[in-house]
């Protein structure tokens, strides 16, 4: 191996250092291996630099150093290595330094800016894209899957290189008539259905499909409406056992202290030389009992005779009766668990909002709201097919089994299962009512009758008690609308065309309004027929 050797300890700094640095007996002197690098910078800007780069015998890296005079270095850069020491001689300076950290500082608001800039505008682009896609492509397309026509995501890199994307969606009947094969391709996959031609210039086709391509579904809003107590039933109901547990512990107390009493006496004549008293069954004493305080026990008796017979009293009013402040709601499960509160509640609740006569069409034509149908379930849940957990995921299932929908190729099987619903609402066979009078022309609105069904109710229950005392209250009590009411308008010219019709008229605004009593709600023909 060839060496150097460094006479003068004191005017050369070894900056780097091999594998092979060995020093001499003498320690002015170094012998450094050949592929040592040494680092210039450190040495004053006037003192020359000398390079040799003879090969080594053993490396094949040339031989680099320098030579010159040194500045006062201090001592700990010798031991640390060549980039540190080199920075913390170029940082020495408060100059240097300020002018760094203003740079440094200057790039990464330049950076951070750019990545502001880039994710604003992404995420404009994204909710452009998200709005044009809701108002031209969502009734057909979904972003990630398959519905009456394939999932948007991807569709740029589908189409690469076999076509133009934007002509086809602007008029996709046209661009089948240029005979590009992808295009006809697509035609025939899908069974042929034509693609609405889009009023979309190329900016917004291509913010649709970065919408597609970056689609992030949304955040669960939670399930239905939980389950709430629909009336106060429950807690009148838990005061009995507490109350015949109460019962029990006052009984068991009496007989417990009958028994010291009897013993105490007995003990007292003892003491005094008399015979005991004779042992009685405790049916003995309580007539014993009773014949000492005749008054007692008959106030006692009249009060357990009385509260019995209220009771029956009541329970005999609410036989038959499923729904009140009474008894218990009446819910039967039903085959499928459709809640009401997810689908007719409140949009600001997290839930959709859906007119109910969307679903019951006929309640303002004829005498029964009506149960819909599977097609109309299916109107929705064609493309709806996942619910909001795996419960209503499984719900949904049972829609496309008793429709014969077959999810996975998106068609109908013809094998259908009729959805047996369990009825809820049971009126006796004399009493009529009629839903179209009630809704269309009375104007009530569902929740008069069938409760909080938008809010409180996963699984439809009887929440009206639905008797005859509770429809006369409403009858004598619920206001008539008749402002913009045709029907009426026509019952009120009819009552000023006579002279009694119109002292009828006089005599039922004297409180400023007119109930369904004053219009005949009370007459017993109305309902029993």
């Known amino acids: 191996m060839e060496w150097t050797t460094f006479e003068s300890w004191s005017n050369f700094l070894m900056i780097g250092s091999g594998p092979g640095a060995q020093k001499t007996s003498n320690c002015s002197e170094w012998r450094l291996p050949m592929q040592v690098l040494l680092f210039r910078p450190i040495l004053n800007s006037d003192t020359p630099m000398t390079t040799l780069g003879q090969p080594c015998p053993s490396f094949s890296s040339p031989c680099i150093f320098a030579a010159g005079e040194m500045d006062a270095v201090p001592i700990k850069m010798l031991g640390m290595p060549l980039v540190v020491r080199a920075l913390e001689r170029f940082f020495r300076g408060p100059a240097c330094r300020r002018q760094v950290r203003n740079a440094t500082l200057a790039f990464l608001f330049l950076v951070l800016s750019l990545g502001a800039h880039a994710q604003g505008s992404d995420a404009a682009q994204y909710a452009a894209g ?8 969502a009734s057909c397309h979904k972003p990630d899957k398959d519905l009456t026509g394939p999932a948007m995501a991807g569709a740029r890199a589908r189409w690469e290189g076999k076509g133009d994307i934007h002509a086809w969606v602007k ?15 697509l035609f025939v996959k899908w069974n042929k259905s034509v693609m609405t031609a889009q009023a979309l210039n190329d900016e917004e086709i291509d913010a649709v499909l970065y919408y597609s391509d970056n689609y992030v579904p949304p955040a669960p809003k939670g399930g239905p409406v939980a389950e709430t107590a629909s009336n106060g039933s429950a807690d009148t109901g838990s005061n009995w056992p507490w109350l015949v547990v109460i019962g029990l512990l006052l009984a068991v107390v009496a007989v417990s202290l009958s028994g010291v009493k009897s013993s105490l006496t007995n003990a007292v004549r003892e003491a005094e030389g008399q015979e005991p008293l004779p042992d009685m069954t405790t049916g003995q004493k309580l007539r014993l009992w009773a014949w000492n305080n005749k008054a007692f026990a008959t106030i006692i008796a009249l009060f357990v005779v009385v509260f019995i017979t209220l009771k029956l009293w009541d329970a005999a009013w609410v036989i038959g009766v499923y729904g009140g402040d009474e008894v218990e709601h009446y819910k039967p499960e039903q085959p499928i668990n459709f809640p009401h509160s997810l689908h007719a509640g409140k949009v600001e609740a997290g839930n959709l909002a859906i007119d109910c006569q969307y679903c019951h069409n006929s309640v303002e034509k004829s005498k029964h709201a009506g149960i819909p149908t599977t097609n109309v379930c299916m109107n929705c849940h064609k493309a ?34 009729p959805v ?12 009529y009512f009629n839903h179209s009078q009630h809704v269309k022309v009375g104007q009530i609105e569902c929740q008069e009758c069938h409760g909080p069904i938008d809010e409180k109710m996963v699984v439809a229950e009887q929440w009206s008690p639905l008797t005859m005392g509770w429809c006369l209250d409403c009858h004598n009590t619920k206001d008539v609308k008749m402002a913009g009411n045709g029907y009426y308008d ?9 002279d009694m019709g119109h002292a009828e008229l006089k005599k039922y605004l004297e409180d400023g309004k007119i109930t369904v009593r004053e219009l005949g709600g009370f007459e017993c023909a109305k309902c029993h027929y």
């Not at 619910?387 to 089994?401: L, M, N, V």
Request: charged content about 25%.
């Open 171 to 185: 008029n996709s009947s046209a661009y089948l008539k240029t005979g590009n094969p992808y295009a006809n391709e």
């Open 490 to 498: 026509e019952i009120m010219a009819r009552l000023e065309e006579t």
């Open 420 to 431: 047996k619903w369990v009825k809820v609402h049971n009126l006796p066979d004399h009493a």
């Open 130 to 137: 998200e709005k044009l896609f809701k108002g031209n492509c």
């Open 384 to 417: 709806v097919a996942e619910g909001r957990s795996a419960e209503g995921t499984a719900e949904i299932q049972k829609i496309y089994a008793a429709a014969g929908w077959d999810p996975a190729a998106l068609k109908y099987t013809g094998k259908i299962e």
